[in-house]
């Protein structure tokens, strides 16, 4: 069973930084598409970025140059560095995977079947 369990989040001001973790759990798949979306209040889930272990990593335009998504395989555990953080960073960002993933559609949610229970951040001006 893929269980996916987010930590890391909180409250900064502009300008800041987070790193966000991701511990993963039973993950049988050799190529799979790992990732962050967020969603803000009133907003819709948006892709952050994403790694397909077969072709690499893909970002949302509004997070690159400022967020690095990573993986630590030894601890089963999947990160996201955010620097710069603006305060329309602000929502809850979720972990989550699927065991393959279509060319162009990494960021979209409709290619995850499982997900995070999602962690807060807010960032303020």
């Known amino acids: 069973q893929v269980q996916l369990v987010e930590s890391g989040g909180g409250s900064v001001q502009a300008g800041g930084f987070l790193r966000l973790s991701c511990a993963t759990s039973?993950?049988?798949?050799?190529?799979?598409?790992i990732g962050w979306f967020r969603q803000a209040p009133g907003k819709e889930r948006e892709g952050v970025a994403a790694?397909?272990?077969?072709?690499?990593?893909t970002y949302a335009d509004s997070v690159k140059g400022r967020f690095t998504i990573s993986q630590d395989n030894a601890k089963n555990t999947l990160y996201i560095q955010m620097n710069s953080l603006k305060p329309e960073d602000t929502a809850i960002y979720y972990c989550?995977?699927?065991?393959?993933?279509?060319?162009?559609?990494?960021?979209?949610?409709?290619?995850?079947?499982?997900w995070g229970q999602g962690t807060q951040v807010t960032v303020s001006s």
């Open positions: 039973g993950f049988t798949w050799r190529n799979y598409c």
């Open positions: 790694l397909a272990t077969d072709r690499g990593i």
């Open positions: 989550t995977a699927a065991w393959a993933c279509r060319r162009d559609w990494e960021l979209y949610a409709v290619t995850y079947p499982y």
